[in-house]
């Protein structure tokens, strides 16, 4: 059974700082990994997502991979209120299967 | 505009009475997917399927049955709902399994 780990949180961080999310996984065998944003009654979108070892910055977000380590994270910078929302790591493993989402990390920005 | 959509958004039934919730996406993906959505449970995969007539089962597809007989439409079945049922459902599309996945807006189905 393929496990994607968050803490839920709730994370909370003060408006302008960097927002740190981690997510482990348990399949080594896994190839892509997604970092999906869901505000409350709404449904997830996709803000990142990494295959290779290192850094993607993509404005104010940079996801970082560690295949070895097994874990994805995802920094925001310069964190604004509207920041604040349910951040769903997922993985897709390296066979025909689909995504394994973690149970997600409840994000807040404080003015 | 690019979108996947459901059908109905909210709907409360009884034990027993068969359902379906439809999902149609107009991106001309291959990959479509359905998860229903649990407190304290995350998003757990239903079933998805890699294209027309080709189907397969997620982490938790007792209870639930799906077709794929049209590229643009992945309906939900569930023959005799049951109140362990009760859950947020999404429907969801991408182009290839391992890429962005688009989001429907959700169904909020309660079985009594």
């Known amino acids: 059974q393929k496990e994607v780990e968050q803490n839920s949180g709730p994370l909370s961080v003060p408006e302008g700082a960097i927002a740190s999310l981690n997510c482990t996984y348990s399949?080594?065998?896994?190839?892509?990994f997604f970092w999906y944003r869901q505000y409350s009654g709404k449904s997830p979108e996709l803000i990142m997502f990494?295959?290779?070892?290192g850094d993607k910055e993509d404005g104010r977000f940079t996801a970082q991979l560690n295949k070895a380590s097994q874990y994805v994270s995802l920094l925001i910078r310069d964190s604004q209120p509207s920041d604040s929302a349910t951040y769903l790591c997922?993985?897709?493993?390296?066979?025909?299967?689909?995504?394994?989402f973690g149970k997600g990390t409840h994000l807040i920005i404080q003015p | 505009e690019a979108q996947v959509t459901q059908n109905p958004r909210y709907l409360i039934t009884v034990t027993g009475k068969k359902l379906t919730v439809t999902c149609s996406q107009n991106m001309n993906h291959e990959y479509m997917s359905w998860y229903r959505q649990d407190p304290g449970l995350g998003l757990r995969q239903i079933y998805y399927?890699?294209?027309?007539?080709?189907?397969d089962k997620g982490d938790v597809p007792e209870g639930y049955k799906v077709s794929r007989k049209e590229k643009r439409n992945f309906p939900l079945i569930l023959e005799s709902p049951s109140p362990n049922q009760t859950s947020l459902y999404f429907c969801a599309s991408s182009s290839d399994r391992g890429y962005e996945q688009y989001f429907g807006p959700g169904t909020r189905l309660t079985v009594t």
């Open positions: 399949d080594r065998g896994s190839q892509s």
């Open positions: 990494i295959y290779s070892n």
């Open positions: 997922a993985v897709r493993g390296g066979g025909a299967d689909g995504l394994t």
């Open positions: 399927s890699m294209n027309v007539e080709v189907t």
